[in-house]
């Protein structure tokens, strides 16, 4: 059974910074793609970053510059480092994962999710 576990949330002020951790048990990030959603409430989930299976990342424009995703292979362990926090960043953070070498920044191309992490920044 394939399990996602989120942490390293929290609250912080308007030019904060955070690191979200996601492991995974039952499952092995490499070699497929991963990546980070958000939502907040009353909108659609949103795809922030992923990484394909060679290593390629993509941003969403709102995050360019500021996040960060990465991956550790040997901890399989999924990381978003998110730099000077905005209140606009505020939502629940969800980590994703799917068995394929490569896929869009969408909700759909992710078959695995975890239940998120609240990120909250104030201003």
């Known amino acids: 059974q394939v399990q996602l576990a989120e942490s390293g949330g929290g609250s912080v002020q308007s030019g904060g910074s955070l690191t979200l951790s996601c492991v995974a048990s039952?499952?092995?990030?490499?070699?497929?793609?991963v990546g980070w959603f958000r939502r907040v409430p009353g909108k659609e989930r949103e795809g922030v970053a992923r990484?394909?299976?060679?290593?390629?990342?993509k941003y969403t424009d709102s995050v360019k510059g500021r996040f960060t995703i990465s991956q550790d292979n040997v901890k399989n362990t999924l990381y978003l480092q998110m730099n000077s926090l905005k209140p606009e960043d505020t939502a629940m953070y969800y980590c994703?994962?799917?068995?394929?070498?490569?896929?869009?920044?969408?909700?759909?191309?992710?078959?695995?999710w975890g239940q998120g992490t609240q990120v909250t920044v104030s201003s």
């Open positions: 994703a994962t799917d068995p394929r070498w490569w896929c869009l920044l969408q909700e759909s191309d992710f078959r695995y």
């Open positions: 039952g499952y092995t990030f490499r070699g497929n793609c």
């Open positions: 990484i394909d299976s060679n290593g390629s990342t």
